[in-house]
């Protein structure tokens, strides 16, 4: 991860057996995929996303050697860098639009009634307050099953690795 916590993305070269391209040693331990391009190292036969974190695509995509940009998609809805900012919405916890937009309804409308039925607003918080325990460890349990680190979790929460972890880990299997 960089500085902010974010993850880091790259494209690795991918080997004819489907092994990742080693650092290209007389190249200074290289890893930049087009490196391994067969004059002092093994061809490389694809390239897959990578990201910092350890994660790694499962699809590996074409080599065009000589255009870079088209290699590594970094302008197209699919490619290496298309697969890492899956990964990385997926780990980082961009909320979907329309959940945002449920969200703002939901506060809107109990807004409203504390004003009109202040009782019912109590009680739509309290059904609020029920079922976001559930909620929680639900998301937890499924990021963990992902292999998401305690880390990110923590991240998601809003809250650091430690805390979430002592507030969630009684509930998790691994």
């Known amino acids: ?5 974010r993850h880091e993305g790259t ?6 057996d489907g092994g990742e391209a080693p650092p290209v040693a007389v190249l200074g331990g290289s890893t930049a995929w087009w490196d391994s391009d067969g004059t002092v190292s093994e061809r490389a036969a694809g390239v897959k996303g990578a990201c910092s ?5 499962s699809q590996t995509h074409p080599v065009v ?6 290699t590594e998609g970094e302008d197209a809805r699919t490619g290496p860098f298309a697969d890492w900012e ?3 919405t997926t780990v980082e916890g961009v909320v979907p639009r329309d959940v945002e937009q ?8 109990i807004t409203e009634l504390s004003r009109t039925q202040p009782v019912t607003a109590l009680r739509a918080v309290a059904r609020l307050q029920d079922a976001a325990p559930a909620l929680a460890v639900d998301a937890v349990r499924a990021a963990r099953e992902a292999m998401v680190t305690w880390e990110a979790v923590g991240a998601g929460l809003g809250c650091s690795r430690q805390s979430a972890h ?4 009684r509930h998790m299997t691994d």
């Open 1 to 5: 991860m960089d500085e902010t916590g």
């Open 11 to 16: 494209v690795l070269a991918v080997l004819a």
């Open 53 to 57: 974190c350890g994660w790694r695509a």
């Open 65 to 70: 050697w000589a255009d870079v940009p088209a």
């Open 86 to 88: 899956y990964h990385v």
């Open 102 to 109: 449920m969200l703002d309804a939901l506060h809107a409308r």
């Open 166 to 169: 002592e507030r969630f880990a």
